[in-house]
């Protein structure tokens, strides 16, 4: 069954809000101490942290999106969100959701459930 599972993801312009959707069935956000997560990756580079969530709703941002992305969670609806605002070329990736038991740690590899990732194309 599919434990993680990334949605919303496509072409935009520069200057779109698209909001990307994550449905989490790995972890059972309403019972359980857990963190969620939104990565990407362009070929060639490393997987970064974009955006994360405790389930005290405490985020962090990549400094680079911050002030232009949100990360949310909905625990009843075991879903996880990313709102994109004001998307830029360099915005262009895959991006991934993911989560983990427990206090968001530092580091992609420290992430348990993985989703198979979604593209973001952002043109000029």
């Known amino acids: 069954a599919v434990q993680v599972a990334e949605s919303g993801g496509g072409s935009v312009q520069a200057g779109e809000s698209p909001r990307l959707s994550c449905e989490v069935s790995a972890v059972n956000f309403r019972y359980t101490s857990s963190c969620a997560g939104w990565f990407r990756q362009v070929p060639g580079k490393e997987r970064e942290v974009v955006a994360t969530?405790?389930?005290?709703?405490?985020?962090e941002y990549q400094e680079d999106v911050k002030g232009r992305f949100t990360i949310s969670r909905d625990d009843a609806e075991a879903a996880v969100y990313l709102q994109m605002n004001n998307l830029k070329p360099e915005d262009t990736a895959i991006y991934y959701c993911a989560a983990v038991h427990g206090w968001c740690p530092r580091g992609a590899e420290r992430y348990d459930f993985w989703g198979q990732g979604t593209q973001v194309t952002v043109s000029s």
């Open positions: 969530i405790d389930d005290e709703d405490i985020t």
